[in-house]
C-alpha cells in the first residue's frame, strides 16, 4: 500500500493541490535517527475537510450505533485484520519515523490488534450496555409505578489525537478509537505529526475494513497538521461529543480549555502529566537494594523514558541501604547506551529538564548513561539524580515530569517525612511499592495516600507494562489525566464515551430491541436492581 499524503475523508481521499504540497501548506516525517524528512509531504487538511469529516461522522452517527452487536463486533475485528495485513509495510514505516526497533513495533502492532479484539468481545456480551429494567406497577399503593427501562448509548462523533510515544497503540487505531468505535461513536482521528506515514497506513486499514463491513462513511475519518490548526477546528466543532487524547499537560489542559468555552461544553478524556513515583520501603531495601536499582534503571532507560509510566521519582527512608540503592542504579545506568528520542521538540524538552535537575540547589547528579554522541540525531541519555527531602517539598520544579530516560531520588530521614511527601503529590497513573512481609505495616498506613494519589497502585514492580485487561486502570487524578473517574486502557475504557438513557412508558414495539419483553437480543438486563 502506497502512502499518499491525503487526509482520508469518510470514504475518499482529500485532493492534493500541487502548489501547496511543494509550499507551507505541507509538512514532511522526520527520521529520528537520522533527522533526514521522509517522503511523501502530507497537506495540513483544511478547515473546510475538518468540518466535512465531522458533518459525515454526525451523519453516520444514529445509523452505526444502532448497529446489531455482532456486525459492530465484527467491524472491530476486521480493522484488526486490515492492521495486520499491512505487514512490514507498517512496521518499517514505523521504524522509521519513530526510531524504535522492530521488535516494539512488532509488540506494540500485537497490542493495538489485542484492544480491538477485546472490545469486539466487549461489544458481542452486550454488558456495557448496561440494561436495567423497572417494570410497571399499577396496582401500587400509594401511586402506582411507571415502567422505566435503561441503556446506555454513544455519546456521539469522538475526535481522537494520535499520540507522540505509541504509534499504534494509542494512535489512530489504538485504545481511544477502539473504546469509541466498540461504543457505537463514529471516530475522526487527528495524526500526530511525528508518524504520518504510519497514521495513513492504520487509517486506511479502517478506512477498508469501513467499507468491507457495509457502514456509514462518516464512521471514521483522518485529518493531518503540524500544528494547531485542524486539532482547534475538530474540538470546537459543534458535531463532536467527546475527545481523546494522549499528550503533554500542555496540549491535554489547552484542549480541554476549548472544549468548555464551547456553547456546549464536551468531555476531553486525557492522559497527560505522571512521574509515576516509587517507594522503597525499609525491608525490602535491605534485603535487596542491588536488584531493585538494577530492575530500576531497565524501567526508567524502557523506550527512552517515553513510557507515561516511566519511573521518574524516587521515595526512600535515608541511609546505607538507599545508598547501596543509588550506586546500583547509577552503575546499571552507566552501560546504557543513548537511544533517539521520537522527535526533535522531545529531545530538546529532555536535555531542557535534565539541565533543569543538574542546576536546581539541593539536587546532585548521581548518574548518567553512556555517552553515545553522534549514534543518532536525537539521541536521550540517561540521567539519575538525587536530593533531600526538605529540598523537594521547597522546590516546585522538582515536582515536575522530565519526559524522558530521568529520574529523582529524595533521601527522606524518616517514615513520617516520606508520608508527608506523598500527601503533597499531584496525581499520578501510578506508584509503585517494593517491600517485603515486614514492611506491611508502614505499606498499610500509606495505601489510603496512595489511592488517593493514584490510578494504579503495584508492588515490587515498575508502571511500566500496562495490561491490557479487565481490571486495569490508566487513569488517575489530576493532572495524570483530566478525569480521575476514567481509563484510556482496559474494557472499562469504553465507559467514556456512554450515556445513560431511560424510556418511561413506552410501547414495547418503539423500545430498543435490547429492552423489549422477553429479552429477544438475549443480553445480560436487570429487573429491579437484580440480574435477570
Known sequence: MEISGSALIGQRSAQHDEHNVMGSSAFRAVNPVTGAPLEPAFMRTSAQ???????????????YRETPLEQRAAFLERIAACVLNLGDTLVERCMAETGLPRARIEGERARTIGQLKMFADVVRRGEFLGLRIDPAQPQRTPAPRVDLRLRHIGLGPVAVFGA????????????????????????VAK???????????VGRAIQQAVHDCALP????????????????????????????????RTGGVALMQLAARRSEPIPVYAEMSSINPVLLLPHALAARAEAIGQAFAAALTLGTG???TNPGLVLAIDGPDLQ????????????????????AGIHGAYLRGIERLRTQPGVEQAGMGADSSGACAHAGRAALFVTRA???????????EVFGPASLVVRCPDAQTLHAIVERLEGQLTIALHLDDADHALARTLLPTLERRAGRVLVNGFGTGVEVGHAMVHGGPFPATSDGRSTSVGSLAITRFLRPVSYQDLPDALLPETLRAGNPAGLPRSVDGAPA
Open 217 to 248: 462513511d462518516g464512521t471514521f475519518s483522518l485529518v493531518f497538521d503540524d500544528s494547531i490548526g485542524a486539532g482547534v477546528a475538530l474540538v470546537e466543532n459543534p458535531h463532536i461529543k467527546a475527545v481523546g487524547f494522549t499528550g503533554s
Open 191 to 201: 495524526a500526530h505529526p511525528a508518524h504520518p506515514g504510519t497514521s495513513e497506513l
Open 306 to 308: 517515553q513510557f507515561c
Open 164 to 187: 507522540s510515544n505509541f504509534p499504534l497503540a494509542f494512535s489512530v487505531a489504538g485504545g481511544d478509537t477502539a473504546a469509541a468505535l466498540a461504543a457505537g461513536c463514529p471516530v
Open 49 to 63: 475537510d475538518v468540518a466535512l469529516a465531522c458533518e459525515l461522522a454526525a451523519k453516520a452517527f444514529d445509523t
Open 324 to 343: 547501596r540503592f543509588v550506586d546500583s542504579a547509577a552503575a546499571a545506568l552507566g552501560t546504557q547506551p543513548a537511544t533517539p528520542m521520537l522527535t
Open 390 to 400: 526538605e529540598v523537594f517539598a521547597q522546590q516546585a520544579a522538582l515536582h515536575e
